[in-house]
């Protein structure tokens, strides 16, 4: 059966990559469980507005919202990021690895689902960070599963899932993969939840999102990572004897 699960989660040159041939076909969930306190971290958030607007950060050159709601015109500068970001995982991963454009443009209407959405002081969309609070916003999961493996989170809807972190091509290699992920961390860890993601074989081997997700989660508490699961491809090539 095709593995119809899309979306996985990408941040280019976030960390320094290792050689693309440790890659595999393989496809592998993780799971991140952030535990402990925030390490005297404030999370100051001012709500207002509409579609669950919350400046969390509000600077002269820059800003970071969090939002339920997108708005139409920023979506389809947040699609095309999105697009961008996700091309190249089209060749490196048998797996579809993203959404269809109007998932996507349902997905930024969809308010279980958090975006948090970073611009600059020309209020041009520079990257976006998505997680689903509610797992049944997250179509390819098993929610039994979870509720099996972490009862008590499941019971409080304390298990979010993280979906993309994009940044604008000509922005990358500066601090907003970062940025976005401390943000959603410390939303996870303010509500006493679990992240957890799934992403393919590059994501892991050569842009190391796992280590990425642990070392920012590091800096706001203790963080335990646990792999749940990996699928693997396979192919046959027939000839006759």
């Not at 059966?1 to 041939?21: C, E």
């Not at 500068?77 to 797996?95: G, M």
Request: with cysteine.
């Amino acid at each position: 059966m095709a593995d119809t699960r899309p979306h996985d989660l990408v941040a280019t040159n976030v960390l320094p990559p290792r050689p693309q041939a440790e890659a595999s076909s393989r496809r592998t969930r993780i799971c991140c469980a952030l535990f402990g306190h925030s390490a005297g971290i404030p999370i100051s958030v001012q709500c207002g507005g509409n579609g669950g607007f919350v400046a969390i950060h509000h600077g002269r050159d820059e800003r970071l919202q969090m939002v339920q709601k997108v708005a139409p015109d920023v979506a389809e500068e947040c699609l095309s990021i999105y697009r961008s970001a996700f091309r190249p995982l089209e060749r490196l991963a048998p797996a579809r690895q993203s959404l269809t454009d109007d998932e996507f443009r349902m997905e930024m209407e969809d308010e279980r689902v958090l975006k948090f959405i970073a611009a600059d002081k020309a209020r041009q969309t520079v990257a976006l960070g998505s997680m689903a609070t509610d797992l049944s916003a997250v179509p390819w999961i098993s929610p039994a599963y979870y509720e099996a493996r972490f009862p008590e989170y499941f019971e409080r809807g304390a298990i979010y899932y993280f979906g993309s972190l994009l940044v604008r091509s000509d922005r990358q290699g500066g601090p907003w993969a970062t940025v976005l992920l401390t943000e959603m961390s410390k939303r996870v860890l303010a509500d006493g939840a679990i992240a957890a993601f799934d992403c393919c074989a590059y994501n892991v081997s050569v842009l190391r999102l796992p280590e990425l997700i642990a070392t920012v989660g590091h800096r706001l508490g203790r963080v335990e990572t646990m792999e749940l699961d990996s699928q693997q491809y396979f192919a046959y090539l027939f000839s006759t004897l």
